[in-house]
């Protein structure tokens, strides 16, 4: 990465913190309304125990649920492409459960499944899963008819052609799904968690937030918004990193400008 | 030998004798969308030709080579390849663009017919350096395709369908992007590999010059229905050079197939 890509954004970030910081100190707002940068970060490094450990429990809820919508999404895409036939039949249910929203069928699930755990899993993957499907789906359609002609002049099998050409070509579209679907992940997981409140595992980020949200503990509520943001990010970069791995020296998406 | 070229040859006499390569007869081909792309096509090619097809955009002479290629069904008529010996004639087919997979190094490339051939690693990569090397791209078997220019691409296409040693290659336009001096220079290349690896090409192109330098017939078609209109021998001696270019038989027989192509109206 470019120096510029670094150092920009730091010195805005830096910016806005100092000018956050500085009004708040000038003002006096107490800090049950906004506390400062500071003490944000006094509060993160003080309730660490707390806090860490609802970080832990929350990524593992979003990394679960981003490790099955993957299964599950790649397994469907292949199941889509087979024929128009059962792309036709099954997609309108994908598209049913993407635009169907989480907090309204989340009560169901967490009262159907009694692993907390599983059920805020479950809800997360809903959320995540879409992005996966289609993009991936998309991507194993999208071959070059002429490399197509190609496999098919020198008598390629079914699988041969899968592996060897469908699968490479449907990289970058996977991989753009990926990306959306590593931060739906994450909200799936943290709204879920919000709707089950007492009834999830009372332990995870969400959980946090409506707490110090209850007792007024501010300076809380935003460390563990901070750790919500700074989860997403890391993923975010470490499926950016995937990626790059994936396609580099290859697609027009990795190359170096 | 005479001083102009017979203008009026239609079957090339040093290949009649041949064994037959490739018989179309009565083809027709008819679009689902209902354009009559081919009529009534009766056309062959002899082992060791260098036949080109010829004509205006839309005429049919990609419909027709890939109907020779067993990509397309035709609506009427048959399609035969002539195997030699029993076993099934190998045909290689070179595209409009290199269509190379962008995810594999060239030799990964050009390896890949052996490779869903089932060909073992080791021979698999002795025959692609050769295949490579008969292009002029030796060095360059750990590069990706994206950063190669435009002919070293096409190039590489060309020596795909030479690493399966085929009996008939089969062209489709495959110059038409590159510039004229590129395109002159694989022009030379692919009549000297023809020549040396005793190769048989049908060659579609909607270029006069390049039907005449490479050919030694050339089948003119015409459009809306395509047709075979006229087949001229372009009976001159193999090592074509860049004289044979600019030289007045070079010219004539430009001029012949211009005049055939424009009497088509």
């Known amino acids: 990465m470019s120096p510029l890509k ?48 609802s970080l832990l429990v929350t990524l593992r809820i979003a990394l679960l649920a981003l490790l099955l919508a993957l299964l599950l999404g790649i397994a469907l895409a292949f199941v889509f492409v087979q024929s128009r036939a059962i792309e036709a039949s099954l997609f309108p249910y994908a598209i049913l459960l993407q635009v169907t929203p989480v907090v309204a069928i989340a009560p169901l699930i967490i009262i159907w499944v009694k692993d907390p755990t599983l059920a805020l899993v479950i809800c997360a993957t809903i959320v995540a899963l879409f992005p996966i499907i289609s993009n991936t789906a998309q991507g194993l359609r999208s071959v070059d008819p002429e490399l197509l002609d190609l496999f098919r002049l020198n008598h390629a099998t079914r699988l041969q052609t899968l592996v060897r050409l469908r699968v490479p070509s449907a990289l970058p579209y996977f991989f753009a799904g990926l990306k959306v679907s590593s931060g739906l992940a994450l909200i799936g997981a943290v709204v879920a968690e919000f709707v089950a409140g007492t009834g999830g595992t009372a332990s995870g980020l969400a959980y946090q937030i409506l707490q110090a949200g209850l007792q007024l503990n501010i300076p809380r509520l935003f460390a563990a918004l901070l750790l919500i943001t700074l989860a997403g990010v890391v993923l975010f970069l470490a499926v950016s990193l995937l990626a790059r791995m994936a396609l580099r020296g290859w697609h027009e998406s990795e190359l170096a400008r | 030998m005479s001083a102009a070229p017979d203008l009026h040859t239609a079957a090339p006499d040093a290949a009649v004798r041949s064994a037959l390569a490739v018989d179309v007869k009565g083809v027709e081909k ?46 009427a008529g048959a399609v035969s390849l002539q195997a030699q010996g029993g076993g099934p004639r190998r045909l290689a087919f070179v595209f409009q663009h290199p269509t190379l997979m962008p995810w594999a190094s060239l030799l990964r490339n050009v390896r890949l017919p052996l490779d869903l051939a089932g060909v073992a690693r080791g021979e698999a990569d002795r025959r692609v350096r ?75 192109t909607h270029s006069i010059y390049e039907a ?24 001159e001696p193999h090592p074509r050079t860049e004289a044979f270019r600019v030289s007045q038989r070079f010219a004539a027989h430009c001029a012949q197939l211009s005049a055939l192509l424009a009497g088509q109206r």
């Open chain 1, 6 to 53: 670094l150092v920009a954004p730091a010195l805005v970030g830096l910016a806005v913190l100092l000018l956050w910081q500085g009004l708040v100190t000038w003002y006096e707002v107490p800090v049950y309304l906004v506390p400062s940068p500071l003490l944000v970060l006094q509060t993160l490094v003080r309730d660490w125990t707390l806090l860490g450990g």
């Open chain 2, 30 to 75: 008819v679009f689902p969308n209902g354009v009559r792309a081919l009529e009534r096509i009766d056309f062959d090619v002899r082992d060791g030709e260098f036949v080109t097809l010829l004509g205006p955009s839309g005429c049919g002479k990609s419909t027709l080579l890939r109907l020779i290629a067993g990509l397309l069904p035709p609506s």
């Open chain 2, 130 to 204: 050769a295949a490579l090397d008969l292009v002029g791209l030796s060095e360059f078997e750990r590069v990706y395709p994206r950063e190669l220019s435009g002919g070293m691409q096409m190039r590489a296409s060309i020596a795909r369908a030479l690493v399966t040693e085929p009996r008939l290659l089969l062209m489709d336009e495959p110059f038409g992007a590159l510039d004229e001096i590129t395109r002159n220079r694989l022009d030379r290349d692919i009549r000297e590999l023809w020549a040396r690896q005793r190769l048989t090409v049908v060659f579609v």
């Open chain 2, 212 to 235: 005449v330098f490479l050919s030694t017939r050339v089948a003119v078609m015409s459009a809306r229905p395509g047709r075979i209109l006229h087949q001229v021998a372009i009976d």
